[in-house]
């Protein structure tokens, strides 16, 4: 049937539920940790919503409500899985970065219909996707994710994380409280880095890489600093590399082997981060972590998989 045959009559309540898809995008994104797989998530999301009969759609009080509770559940099952489908990971597993919303590359983003360059499909970028922090979510058991991010991220209440989880008010309690110790934990005696300092030494970070200057490489970073490389087993990428000179040296033996790497600056997860493009395609974003006046670390996320936001060929 023609969709636009005007005998068709209008759904009074697409509206409603076709304006949560962003909603749920951010939600299962900081749950998962994968915008392809939050895209996947809210695809079955909507096919289980039109799955039931115009009779009993109508019968729900808030359609917001029933795409959250589901989309919840079923990134609730997929976290579970996730854990034995990372242990077969080849490699590093690191979560998928997200440019800023002016950044979104033209094209298909992972999922199978979504396209990023629809403003609904685009990660509202704040603290709670920042790559520190979702990398401190892939600490906690899948229940403890789910509880705090629906309670303290998105503010549902611990009777409502109840129904969706599947536990008593308590026990959500309980898995909000531990998701948090993990989090302070994360940051414990790290003097917090001011946000122009953090964009100041990433620009200083690349005008060194760029220039070779070791030296400056090594005074930027933690002489305890550790680099993460994701290649997912489709493109090289380097093993955890500790210490800031060791960092810095294999750095500047990458701009050696490859000598027409251009490096940008660009928002990676709402932080200052870098682009890292070849021939004009993207093939390695990196987010930093820092700790007050040096950088601590970072995370290069190399898998072209992750990378389709970018411009990836």
């Known amino acids: 049937m023609d969709v636009t045959d005007s005998t068709v009559p209008a759904d009074p309540g697409l509206s409603a539920v076709t304006s949560e898809r962003r909603q749920l995008i951010n939600l299962a994104y900081r749950l998962l940790g994968s ?6 998530v809210v695809q079955e999301t909507y096919a289980r919503w039109y799955a039931m009969s115009p009779e009993r759609r109508a019968a729900v009080e808030s359609p917001g409500g029933w795409l959250t509770r589901v989309a919840s559940r079923v990134c609730l ?3 579970g899985s996730a854990r034995a489908r990372r242990e077969r990971y080849v490699g590093e597993w690191i979560p998928e970065p997200v440019p800023d919303h002016t950044e979104w590359a033209d094209g298909r983003g992972g999922g199978a219909t979504a396209d990023p360059a629809d ?8 603290e709670s996707v920042n790559m520190a922090f979702l990398v401190v979510l892939e600490s906690m058991t899948p229940a403890e994710r789910v509880a705090f991010i629906l309670h303290d991220v998105f503010r549902y209440s611990f009777a409502e994380v109840a129904e969706i989880v599947g536990r008593s008010q308590g026990a959500c309690r309980q898995l909000a409280s531990s998701a948090r110790r993990r989090v302070r934990a994360s940051h414990a005696a790290v003097a917090p880095t001011p946000a122009a300092r953090r964009a100041r030494l990433v620009r200083d970070f690349k005008q060194a890489w760029e220039a070779k200057d070791i030296e400056a490489l090594i005074g930027l970073l933690d002489p305890d600093a550790l680099g993460l490389a994701d290649g997912g087993g489709r493109v090289n990428a380097s093993p ?10 294999m750095l500047i033996a990458l701009t050696g082997a490859a000598s027409d790497l251009v490096l ?4 990676v997860n709402g932080e200052p981060g870098l682009v890292v493009q070849q ?5 390695t974003v990196i987010a930093f972590d820092f700790a007050g006046d040096r950088i601590k670390g970072f995370w290069a996320v190399r898998n072209p998989e992750k990378l389709r936001p970018w411009g990836v060929c």
């Not at 915008?35 to 996947?40: G, R, T």
């Not at 403003?119 to 704040?126: E, I, S, Y």
């Not at 955890?240 to 040296?249: D, F, K, L, V």
């Not at 021939?279 to 093939?283: C, K, L, S, W």
Request: no cysteine; aromatic share 0%.
């Open 279 to 283: 021939g004009g395609a993207t093939t």
């Open 240 to 249: 955890p590399t500790g210490g800031g000179e060791r960092i810095a040296r």
């Open 264 to 267: 940008l600056e660009r928002t």
């Open 119 to 126: 403003p609904a499909d685009r990660v509202t970028l704040d």
């Open 35 to 40: 915008l392809a797989d939050a895209e996947d």
């Open 77 to 79: 099952d997929l976290l």
